[in-house]
C-alpha cells in the first residue's frame, strides 16, 4: 500500500512538471494559427507598388485620348483658318482684276486707272469691297506691317473695315509693275492661331489684255 501511494505520488509530481509544456505547446500553437492568419490578411488587396502601377496605366489610359484630341482641334483650327484666309486674298485678287476690266470696257489708256494706283509703286493698301466707290482701297502710311485688322460683321457676314469686331486677320494688298502690260498682285495674310503667327501670301500676274 505504501508502495502504490509512492508510485501515485510520483505520476503526480511528473504531470504537475509536464502541465505547463502542454500549456506552453498549446499558447504557441495558437500564436502560430495567428501569425498565419495574419500574413494571409495582409495578402489581401493591394500593395503601394501595385497601386502606383495602376495609377500610372490608368493615367496614360486617359492623357493619350486627351492628347490626340487636342491636336486634332488644333489642327482643324488652322485648316479653318487657312481657308478663310485664302478666301480673303482671292476676294483682292478679284477686285484688282475687275478694276482691270473696268479700265478696260470704259477705254482708259491707263488699264489700272483709279484708286488701285495707291497700291502700287511700292506702297501698301487695304481693300474693302463693301465700302462705297471712293472709299474702298486706302494706303497703309506705315508700310509692310502698318494695315489694320479687318473686322467680321455678323449681321451681314463679311469681312469689312466699316464695322463689326476685330477679327484675327490682317490683309495687305501690293501692286508690282513687271512691265507696262504685266503687273503683279500679292496679297498677304496674317493671323495668329493659338500662341503661333501665321501667314498666307498669294500672287498672281494680271495683263493689259
Known sequence: MKLLKQKL???NIFREINKPRIIRFIRGKSRAKNIRNYKLQL???FTMIESLVAISVLAMSIIGPMTIASKSLSSAM??????????LAQEAVEFVRNAR???NIQGNENWLDGDINICRNGNVCTIDIIETLGNQIKQCIGGTGSCPVLKYDDNINFYTYKSGADSKFTREIQLT???NREEEIKVTLSWETGFLNKNF???ENIFDW
Open 9 to 11: 505520488n510520483i505520476f
Open 43 to 45: 495578402s489581401d488587396g
Open 78 to 87: 488652322f485648316s479653318r483658318d487657312q481657308i478663310t484666309a485664302f478666301y
Open 101 to 103: 476690266d473696268e479700265n
Open 177 to 179: 509693275e513687271i512691265n
Open 201 to 203: 501670301v498669294v500672287k
